[in-house]
């Protein structure tokens, strides 16, 4: 399965390949796109003990000089010393423009080597091979890239696209239950914002959960209709102004637990299946979701056996401070993404905070599973 993102004002491209027994085809994409280059490969150290063979096999057939950068998976990786520690790689081994960064592994690893790949030189060609599966659906597409600092998510960052992406399922088998879960986290998100995606998902949840039987066949079309959707978002507004905001439900508050815990309590995806019941609560409290749709997106989460109740002893208020530095704000304001129904998701400023901290704290007092 190929999907082509091709934002229209941008000069970059990205070539999506769903594929099986991916490293014959890496070393054909590089012995036909980059031949005698230079290339960095910012790698998982997991990933790496894991699949240490089949990586190096492609780069030891090719023509390119490797470099290897072993980092260790996480949130805490996606750092100014961790982004200093590859530029120093990059310069002690002289690459230049017409070289190459690959990056094989999560999301963070790939959100580190996306801005580390925009900002060397000013830009020099990367591929993302997404070794989970929140990056598979998400991360690894649509070019945005970035790092941590301050405690606060990705607010150093640009919008630059990988050249290819290439999406290998074997890579789930080893993922830990954890891991895996966090990626349902976002393909619950692409339900909600696409009716049909929605209908996809919760028919075949019995099947997609299941980690010991993987159904190769359904999660590859699943995730490529994830892939299509988020195209359908980042085509016409590849900088985040208008309608790919969309895209950020769950995203207000997700990220704010994740700061609002050093990034240690929760996963990506599971901050922002609590941000989508928040979202989805806000809704229904402001009159634009009706109960009966509140309820089926309820439903459906909890086909996936997510934990999404707010912690009873969540400080509101660094919550709310925590929001209020996020790059989702626009004119001082906190935006949240709500639903109208599924798949008819808009962006509102229009909560006070001391709504939002009503809110919150209503949540935090229901119990919902």
Same mark, same amino acid.
Request: charged share 25%; glycine share 6%; proline share 2%.
């Given at each position: 399965?190929?999907?082509?993102?091709?934002?229209?004002?941008?000069?970059?491209?990205?070539?999506?390949?769903?594929?099986?027994?991916?490293?014959?085809?890496?070393?054909?994409?590089? +012995?036909?796109?980059?031949?005698?280059?230079? %290339?960095?490969?910012?790698?998982?150290?997991?990933?790496?003990?894991?699949?240490? /063979?089949?990586?190096?096999?492609?780069?030891? +057939?090719?023509?390119?000089?490797?470099?290897?950068?072993?980092?260790?998976?996480?949130?805490?990786?996606?750092?100014?010393?961790?982004?200093?520690?590859?530029?120093?790689?990059?310069?002690?081994?002289?690459?230049?423009?017409?070289?190459?960064?690959?990056?094989?592994?999560?999301?963070? *690893?790939?959100?580190?080597?996306?801005?580390?790949? =925009?900002?060397?030189?000013?830009?020099?060609?990367?591929?993302? %091979?997404?070794?989970?599966?929140?990056?598979?659906?998400?991360?690894?597409?649509?070019?945005?890239?970035?790092?941590?600092?301050?405690?606060?998510?990705?607010?150093?960052?640009?919008?630059?696209?990988?050249?290819? %992406?290439?999406?290998?399922? /074997?890579?789930?088998?080893?993922?830990?239950?954890?891991?895996?879960?966090?990626?349902?986290? +976002?393909?619950?998100?692409?339900?909600?914002?696409?009716?049909? #995606?929605?209908?996809?998902?919760?028919? =075949?949840?019995?099947?997609?959960?299941?980690?010991?039987? #993987?159904?190769?066949?359904?999660?590859?079309? *699943?995730?490529?209709?994830?892939?299509?959707?988020?195209?359908?978002? *980042?085509?016409?507004?590849?900088?985040?102004?208008? /309608?790919?905001?969309?895209?950020?439900?769950?995203?207000?508050?997700?990220?704010?637990?994740?700061?609002?815990?050093?990034?240690?309590?929760?996963?990506?995806?599971?901050? %922002?299946?609590?941000?989508?019941?928040?979202?989805?609560?806000?809704?229904?409290?402001?009159?634009?979701?009706?109960?009966?749709?509140?309820?089926?997106?309820?439903?459906?989460?909890?086909?996936?056996?997510?934990?999404?109740?707010?912690?009873?002893?969540?400080? *509101?208020?660094?919550?709310?401070?925590?929001?209020? =530095?996020?790059?989702?704000?626009?004119?001082?304001?906190?935006? #949240?993404?709500?639903?109208?129904?599924?798949?008819?998701?808009?962006?509102?400023?229009?909560?006070?905070? +001391?709504?939002?901290?009503?809110?919150?704290?209503?949540? /935090?007092?229901?119990?919902?599973?």
């Amino acid at each position: 399965m190929k999907l082509v993102i091709e934002p229209v004002r941008s000069k970059r491209r990205s070539v999506i390949e769903i594929t099986s027994d991916i490293y014959p085809k890496l070393a054909q994409i590089l +012995e036909d796109n980059y031949h005698s280059r230079k %290339v960095l490969l910012i790698i998982d150290q997991t990933v790496f003990a894991i699949y240490d /063979k089949e990586i190096s096999q492609p780069f030891a +057939e090719s023509s390119l000089q490797q470099t290897f950068f072993k980092i260790p998976g996480g949130e805490a990786t996606k750092s100014v010393d961790y982004l200093l520690k590859g530029y120093k790689k990059l310069i002690e081994n002289n690459f230049s423009r017409d070289d190459l960064i690959i990056a094989i592994g999560g999301g963070t *690893v790939g959100d580190l080597a996306g801005y580390l790949a =925009s900002t060397y030189q000013r830009g020099i060609s990367y591929i993302q %091979v997404p070794t989970t599966l929140l990056a598979q659906i998400d991360s690894s597409v649509g070019g945005k890239t970035a790092i941590n600092y301050q405690n606060k998510k990705n607010v150093i960052g640009s919008i630059y696209h990988p050249d290819q %992406v290439l999406i290998d399922l /074997k890579f789930l088998e080893t993922l830990t239950n954890r891991d895996f879960n966090s990626g349902l986290g +976002e393909l619950i998100k692409y339900a909600l914002l696409d009716n049909n #995606f929605y209908h996809l998902l919760n028919k =075949s949840c019995a099947e997609i959960i299941k980690r010991n039987d #993987f159904n190769q066949q359904l999660l590859s079309e *699943v995730i490529y209709q994830a892939l299509r959707i988020k195209n359908n978002y *980042v085509r016409f507004d590849q900088d985040d102004f208008g /309608k790919r905001r969309m895209l950020n439900l769950g995203h207000t508050l997700g990220h704010a637990l994740e700061s609002y815990t050093d990034f240690k309590d929760y996963r990506h995806g599971e901050g %922002v299946i609590i941000g989508i019941v928040f979202a989805a609560y806000i809704s229904l409290k402001e009159n634009r979701l009706s109960s009966t749709k509140f309820d089926e997106i309820l439903s459906l989460i909890k086909k996936f056996n997510f934990d999404f109740n707010l912690p009873k002893k969540l400080d *509101v208020s660094k919550i709310i401070e925590l929001m209020k =530095s996020d790059k989702k704000v626009r004119s001082g304001k906190i935006n #949240f993404i709500l639903l109208k129904d599924i798949g008819e998701p808009f962006v509102t400023d229009q909560l006070t905070e +001391e709504k939002i901290s009503d809110y919150l704290e209503d949540l /935090k007092c229901l119990k919902l599973v």
